[in-house]
Structure formats: structure tokens, C-alpha cells
């Protein structure tokens, strides 16, 4: 029922009243001529009320002059008078317009793009990739080629097997498979020996191949022979086999570094001046609001972002951002003495910690000062730490 | 079925005669609406009286509102009626129905 009533309000009708001495004659013909009349309630002794279809209205008129009615409109209603009135605002037809343009407009540029499959860091790498690409929140889905990032992905980043982009609506989607790293192949056909990497005071070791020529307690230098892969039988008559080395080594070995003491120091404070710039970031352009240039040599950014939140928990491309520029000054410093040694210590021994190797065991630090001939002081660090020294050096022929 | 006898019981009275598909519709006991022009009335409750196959209104006044069928005048009475939908095939009476008159 409700259908039809919809239906009927779609095409649009009429409430008309008859008036005329016989109004039977009217609905009967009507009715034959196929012009839907309902809702025919009796007014008076000589006038009915009904709604009749828009389209039955027009046809209408010869029915009634032939039955000597008269037929007057009540009232018009439905979707066809709706728009009637939408025929002068042009205004309305433009806005219409506008929208149409718009919403094609957004639905062909990328509002979201996501990584997945790898982790922080090499996901940081991809967006800087995509980025140099050109390729970013706003930019336009039919000037990108999936394939080519895809591939070019592969070709820049060295840890990723398998790269899949795909474009989907406005999202842009990254399938990452990270590469296994290849296990070190060992090639154990081939004859070695194991050598000391650098001096060190032996602790241990560990051989599973070969014949080992030293033992605890031993100093070695760089290059000493630790393990050799020529095994030799008892029996001299047996003649001589050569396999390839393999083994731990630990020994106790030493860095050391050397940092020149000075009393001087450049620190940077910030002198409490201040300066705010707003931006509203659209799409990742930045249009500024308020603020204008830094009256400041040189200072220091805090940056403040906000970002617009859509439906469901999504962020949308649009956000504010309020810089704060706090103006820094350099200032030179004297140190104490403490605070000058202190401060060569640390430097030093982060010195140091950079250039050790990773599997490596710290076992002491001596700290000592010292001054040469010219009078310069200086900081010399030395770290004392176990690590395995062996490293397999190939025996040519056999 | 009361319905049915009291048309068979007309169609004896007028002694009309069944046409030969009436007939052979009789004998493979097809639905008697389908065949012919005879009209049909459907009452649904007191509100409601849908009547097909009918020939013109003939009356149509807020107490009785009177069909002219090929078999007569159905006479339809009660009180605030409106005719729900009207075309050439079927007509919906609405409203307080009190009496279904077959009139001849």
C-alpha cells in the first residue's frame, strides 16, 4: 500500500473537486479511459472530491466537458511540482553542478595510504620513497601506475622480496614482504685456518675443527695462528689432513681512545623569547594563518599538530599546526675542571662504544689523564673487553 | 457458495443460455471468475467491497453507491462511502458497509 502511495507521489497527482449534475458519469468515463481516479469521497449533493494522477489530470479535460462536469485543482502535490520551483533557482543548478565536480574531484585522488606487512622503520623508508615519487595524500589516482611503484619499491629497498600496491577507493594500500636474510653460507669444503683478529689474552675457546695451537693463559698477537686446519697423525706415516677450522676463540682484548680536554664549552639555552606561527595543513600544504617570519637568528622549533578526527576514528588530512619558535642563544662557557673532565669522559667512551663490534662483552674501563709534551691534556679511555677473536682465513692449495 | 446458488438460481430464472464455453469451462472445473463476464464480489469485512468486471456506476451518493454489472445492479449501502479506486476492470468501495444488494 505504501509503495503505491510512494509511487503515486513519485509521478506526482492532483486533488481535484468535480462539480457537475452527474458526476457518476464522469467517473465512468474517466474510468474507461483508463485515468486513475482514488480516494472519491462525496462533497455534496452535486461535487465529489478525488486525487487523480498528474499524468490523467491532462486528459482530464474532454472527460469532463463530455459529462458536463467542471474540474478544479485543490491542490498539486508530488515530486514533478517539487522540482517545478527548483526550475528558477539557478543557483541551486549551479550548486548541484559544483557538487557533482567536487565529489568526482575527491574520489579520484588518495585520501589515505597504508603500509603494512613490515615494520616502523622500513615502513619510514617506504613513505620517504613514495614521497620522492611524488606519491602522497592528494595526488591523483590516475597518474599513478601501481605496477611502477611496486617495482621501483623493490628496486630501492634492499631487505623487501615482495612489494603489491594497490589502489582501492581513496586508499592506497602497500603489501610489504620482507626479505629473510640470507644465512652465511659456510663453504666447508674449503681448507682454513683460524687466526687472531687482534692481540688478546686467551680466556677460552670452543674448537669443533682443526688443531688447536693454543691454549689458556696464552698472549696472542694479530694474525697468530690459533687454530690450524692441517691435522697431522700420530703416526707420521699417515700423512697430514687439512679440514676447515671451525671454533670459538675468547680472548681478552683492549680498545683505547683519546679525546683532548677542553675548557671551553658552547652550550645553547634559549634566552625565553618566543614567536607562534599557525598553519592549517590541507592535503599537506600548509597555508599560514597567523605569524609571519622569525625575528630570530637562531632558535629552536617545537611543533604542535593537530589532526582532524572523521567518523570511526579515522584522521582526516586536514589538521592545524602551531609552531613555537624559541630563540636560542649560544653562548660560550667556562668549565670547571670537574666539569670539563666529565664531559671528555663521556664523549670519549661514546667514542669508543660506536667503533665495537656488536656480539661483544664489556668487562672494565679505566679512565686516565694525561698530559703530553706541549701541555695539552687529554682523556684516555681504555675499555677492557671478551670477545671472540677467531676469524677463518683459507689455507691456499689442497 | 450461497452466492454461487443464488446466480445459478437467477441464471435459471432467466433462463439464459450457458454459451459453449461456458460449458466446456463447467466440465474441466475451471474457477467460474475466469470464465464469462460475470461480475465479482469481494467483501472484506465491513470496510471494504471490491467488485469486478462491472459495467459503469450508476449512483454514487454518501449512503449507497449502485454498480451496474451484466448481471444486474449491485447495490452497495452504508454510511460514508467513498469509492477507494475506480478503472475499467475492478471498483474499491470504502467505508461503514451495511448491505450488499443484488438488485435485477
Known amino acids: 500500500m505504501f509503495l503505491v502511495h510512494l509511487w503515486n507521489y513519485i509521478r506526482g497527482y492532483v486533488i481535484i473537486i468535480a462539480k457537475g449534475k452527474s458526476v457518476e458519469r464522469f467517473i465512468n468515463i474517466c474510468a474507461k479511459r483508463q485515468i486513475l481516479l482514488w480516494n472519491i469521497v462525496r462533497q455534496d449533493e452535486s461535487s465529489i472530491i478525488c486525487m487523480a494522477s498528474a499524468r490523467g489530470f491532462k486528459l482530464m479535460r474532454p472527460a469532463a466537458k463530455k459529462s458536463g462536469c467542471s474540474v478544479h485543482i485543490l491542490n498539486k502535490r508530488g515530486l514533478p511540482f517539487f522540482f517545478k520551483g527548483f526550475k528558477k533557482r539557478k543557483g541551486f543548478k549551479a550548486g548541484l553542478l559544483v557538487f557533482g565536480l567536487l565529489f568526482i574531484l575527491f574520489t579520484s585522488m588518495i585520501w589515505e595510504i597504508e603500509i603494512k606487512g613490515c615494520e616502523e622503520a622500513t615502513a619510514a623508508q617506504i613513505m620517504e620513497l613514495l614521497r620522492a615519487e611524488k606519491v602522497g595524500l592528494g595526488s591523483f589516482k590516475m597518474k599513478l601506475d601501481p605496477k611502477k611503484i611496486a617495482s621501483q619499491i623493490l628496486i630501492d629497498m634492499d631487505d623487501v622480496a615482495w612489494a603489491g600496491v594497490e589502489i582501492r577507493g581513496v586508499k592506497l594500500t602497500v603489501s610489504i614482504e620482507s626479505a629473510v636474510e640470507k644465512p652465511e653460507i659456510v663453504d666447508y669444503s674449503q681448507v682454513c685456518d683460524l687466526v687472531a683478529e687482534r692481540d688478546g689474552l686467551i680466556t677460552g675457546f670452543e674448537v669443533l675443527a682443526g688443531s688447536t695451537r693454543i691454549k689458556e693463559g696464552d698472549t696472542v698477537k694479530a694474525g697468530q695462528l690459533l687454530v690450524a686446519g692441517t691435522l697431522e697423525a700420530k703416526y707420521p706415516e699417515f700423512g697430514t689432513r687439512s679440514v676447515h677450522a671451525m671454533g670459538r676463540v675468547f680472548a681478552r682484548t683492549w680498545y683505547e681512545g683519546r679525546l683532548p680536554i677542553s675548557y671551553e664549552y658552547v652550550r645553547r639555552f634559549r634566552t625565553g623569547e618566543r614567536h607562534e606561527n599557525t598553519f592549517v595543513r590541507i592535503l599537506g600544504a600548509k597555508i599560514g594563518l597567523f605569524g609571519n617570519k622569525v625575528p630570530y637568528e637562531q632558535y629552536e622549533i617545537v611543533s604542535l599538530d593537530k589532526t582532524m578526527a572523521g567518523p570511526f576514528g579515522t584522521r582526516l588530512p586536514i589538521g592545524l599546526t602551531v609552531e613555537t619558535y624559541y630563540e636560542i642563544k649560544e653562548k660560550v662557557v667556562q668549565l670547571t675542571r670537574e666539569e670539563a673532565e666529565e664531559l671528555a669522559k663521556e664523549q670519549a667512551r661514546q667514542k669508543l662504544l660506536s667503533q665495537l663490534p656488536a656480539d661483544i662483552r664489556l668487562l672494565d674501563e679505566k679512565v686516565s689523564l694525561v698530559t703530553d709534551d706541549s701541555g695539552k691534556e687529554y682523556v684516555e679511555i681504555i675499555l677492557e673487553c671478551e670477545e671472540d677473536i677467531a676469524k677463518p682465513v683459507p689455507i691456499g692449495g689442497d | ?104
Open chain 2, 1 to 104: 457458495m450461497k452466492r454461487s446458488n443464488k446466480q445459478a438460481k437467477q441464471k435459471s430464472e432467466k433462463k439464459s443460455v450457458l454459451s459453449m464455453g461456458e460449458r466446456l469451462a463447467r466440465l474441466f472445473e475451471i474457477p467460474s471468475d475466469v470464465i464469462g463476464s460475470r461480475p465479482k464480489v469481494t467483501a472484506v469485512g465491513r470496510g471494504e467491497v471490491l467488485i469486478e468486471n462491472f459495467k459503469g456506476i450508476m449512483d454514487f451518493k454518501e449512503d449507497c453507491v449502485r454498480i451496474n454489472t451484466s448481471n444486474g445492479v449491485i447495490k452497495v449501502m452504508g454510511s460514508k462511502l467513498t469509492i477507494k479506486e475506480i478503472t475499467s476492470e475492478e471498483i474499491i468501495i470504502g467505508g461503514k458497509v451495511s448491505n450488499i444488494d443484488y438488485d435485477a
